[in-house]
């Protein structure tokens, strides 16, 4: 159901390991309701393991990618067992919105600056607001991936976990904390996604 994923991208091999792993039978009787609440939980995990830094990065990195896979595997399931309902599509909206503020969470655990998590926040909830704003006003294409989707943000938030946990010094040659580092990154994809969202909802507009 993700428009604008081009064929033979990484996007697109990503989506069909989860569809695929969605159906294997344990995970496809699992419901996905409780796949999105799963979601949320690991990444709390995540944002604990994080917590006292050091090498608990590295367990926290992997609660994040846990994390991601379950946030794809919620509709996956819903998709390929036929239980889609609207009241779905709202419980897991809700768990990306709350897994989305514990990744920045994460990120100011690590050392990220506040002033740059909290543009980050911003960021990601506005785009996730003018989507949900467009699609219900029936504006084509609103589910189009952009820049700065959920597995961008999980890979951003890992990357900050495993930079942490191998080279707690900082990055190489510089020494800037992992933390700020990714932090910044993501409000540069942030507010391309939000750029791209922006176009496109001016594209659905008539010409007057």
Do not use: K
């Not at 994080?50 to 990065?57: D, E, F, H, I, L």
Request: glycine share 14%; charged share 10%.
């Amino acid at each position: 159901m993700h428009g604008g994923v081009l064929p033979g991208s990484a996007a697109q091999g990503w989506l069909r390991g989860v569809q695929r792993l969605a159906q294997w039978g344990p995970v496809a009787r699992t419901s996905p309701d409780a796949l999105s609440a799963a979601g949320v939980v690991t990444t709390a995990g995540a944002l604990a393991a994080a917590w006292p830094g050091g090498r608990w990065a590295l367990l926290a990195a992997l609660l994040v990618v846990l994390a991601g896979v379950l946030d794809g595997l919620d509709g996956a399931v819903a998709l390929a067992t036929g239980r889609t309902r609207p009241l779905g599509a709202v419980v897991d909206a809700a768990a990306d919105r709350v897994g989305d503020l514990l990744l920045v969470a994460i990120l100011l655990v690590l050392g990220a600056p506040a002033g740059w998590c909290v543009a980050v926040a911003v960021l990601v909830t506005l785009h996730e607001y003018l989507r949900a704003r467009a699609q219900a006003a029936g504006m084509p294409g609103m589910g189009a991936v952009t820049a700065a989707e959920r597995p961008t943000r999980v890979i951003v938030v890992a990357v900050a976990c495993l930079g942490t946990g191998v080279l707690p010094g900082g990055t190489p040659f510089t020494g800037w904390n992992w933390a700020a580092v990714c932090a910044i990154g993501f409000t540069v994809v942030a507010v391309a996604g939000l750029v791209h969202l922006v176009l496109g909802i001016r594209r659905t507009i008539p010409a007057a």
